[in-house]
């Protein structure tokens, strides 16, 4: 079985400074990983690297058989699904729940001239249902809450039907309810026989879904 992810001696650095590493880690198919620590021990970074968003300072980053710094970024990004705070800043507020989410299958952030067929607005309405908020569809993304714009996010970032499933603190600053529906959700989810190989970032143990 050849592995999703394969990073070796990788290193991140920044104004010269070490901020990853160095790091050596292998992901398999339907793997689910949690990474946990405090804030500023690299996780965020990491999730960047895995994510194709950043490259390595050194050593070698292979994702679902590309090579970083020797394929084409952009087509390898929509077989990733991430979400982190900083993504949903990137959201259009203005936009419809349910756009939000469908866009994410042309791998944008706010819809233009794409089409979308019927089977994408199925997908779509199906995933909003998984993560308890189909009910929001036709309302404008910034009216949310916090912990309903998570909820989309992750709706979003499974979208396109990833290989790879990257959540950074999808339960930070949800109440208690909130934080174990959500884990509930993602823990369901990620159980299923297709699902993808999923990694987590957070800094607190309560936030670790079951089963991970």
Known sequence: MEPLLRCIDVEVLR???????????????????????????????????????????????EILGEKLGASDVFELRPRIGFTSSAMMELLPGDEKVIDVVLTAAYAMAGRWQEDYDLWDESR???????????????RTFSTLSEGEKKRVQISRALMADPELLLLDEPAAGLDLGGREDILSRITSYTSEERAPATVIVTHHIEEIPGGT
Not at 125 to 137: C, D, M, S, T, Y
Request: no cysteine.
């Open 124 to 138: 779509a309405k199906a995933l909003l249902n998984i993560f308890g908020v189909r009910e929001l569809g036709d």
């Open 15 to 61: 104004s010269n400074k070490r901020i990853l590493g160095p790091i050596s880690w292998q992901i398999n198919p339907q793997e689910r990983w949690v990474i946990l620590g405090p804030n500023g021990a690299g996780k965020t970074t990491l999730l960047q690297l895995l994510a194709a968003l950043i490259h390595p300072s050194k050593g070698s980053v």
